[in-house]
């Protein structure tokens, strides 16, 4: 079945200590998300590509960053985690970003502890 | 600023009965509205609401718009224990071509 795949499910890190999470998509979407949610909040936008083109939210820490060396795949790089990096991390796809919107597949998220 | 409401926050029912989830949006420029639901997991994909007026419907789960008065509601009838969940409206903007997410309402269904 055609998905979007998120490895590892559940991470901890250590404070400071670099850690990649990855996604992975069968859908050929064009547009990929990564997401950042924390406990009774509502996802919040990280990055979004639209094919390889990179679109950073103003308000994202330089602490993160995003790969995608192909369709199929993305990365989100958190390169000095804090503690209050700890949440869920989303990545979704969707066909494409103009007109009327598309609906965003998600996948099944990696739940990030920071020790 | 563009914004999402979602009302109530948290809602508590029992087995068979009907609830009914808001969601109000301020934006400029609106695309369409969808629903999510999210379990102990990621958002699954509800419905996507473009047009005033048009019910959609799946099951005991049935969502509409109301572009003038810019909000949309989700209704769920004969509610089971599998429907608690977080659910979540959001809206698509024009101007940024991105999901503009509300803070959900979280609906308990007791036995």
């Known amino acids: 079945d055609a998905m979007v795949i998120q490895n590892p499910r559940y991470q901890v890190t250590q404070f400071g200590k670099p850690v990649t999470l990855s996604c992975s998509q069968t859908l050929n979407h064009n547009v990929m998300y990564w997401y950042q949610q924390k406990s009774s909040q509502a996802p919040k936008l990280l990055f979004h590509?639209?094919?390889?083109?990179?679109?950073n939210e103003a308000d994202t820490p330089d602490n993160f960053q995003s790969r995608r060396p192909n369709t199929s795949f993305c990365f989100l790089d958190i390169r000095s985690p804090g503690l209050g990096d700890a949440a869920m991390y989303l990545c979704?796809?969707?066909?494409?970003?103009?007109?009327?919107?598309?609906?965003?597949?998600f996948g099944p998220g990696t739940r990030l502890t920071v020790t | 600023e563009d914004k999402v409401v979602q009302s109530p926050l948290s809602l508590v029912v029992h087995e068979g009965d009907t609830v009914t989830l808001n969601c109000s949006y301020e934006?400029?420029?609106?695309?369409?509205l969808l629903w999510y639901k999210q379990e102990k997991k990621a958002p699954t994909f509800l419905f996507m609401l473009t047009s005033s007026g048009i019910e959609k419907k799946s099951g005991r789960l049935s969502s509409i718009l109301d572009k003038k008065e810019l909000f949309s509601i989700l209704n769920i009838t004969a509610t089971q224990t599998g429907d608690s969940a977080i659910y979540l409206c959001?809206?698509?903007?024009?101007?940024?071509?991105?999901?503009?997410f509300g803070q959900g309402t979280t609906l308990q269904v007791k036995p």
């Open positions: 934006v400029t420029n609106f695309r369409s």
């Open positions: 590509y639209y094919d390889k083109d990179f679109n």
């Open positions: 959001a809206f698509y903007s024009g101007n940024t071509g991105k999901l503009i």
């Open positions: 979704a796809t969707s066909p494409r970003t103009s007109g009327r919107g598309y609906e965003q597949y």
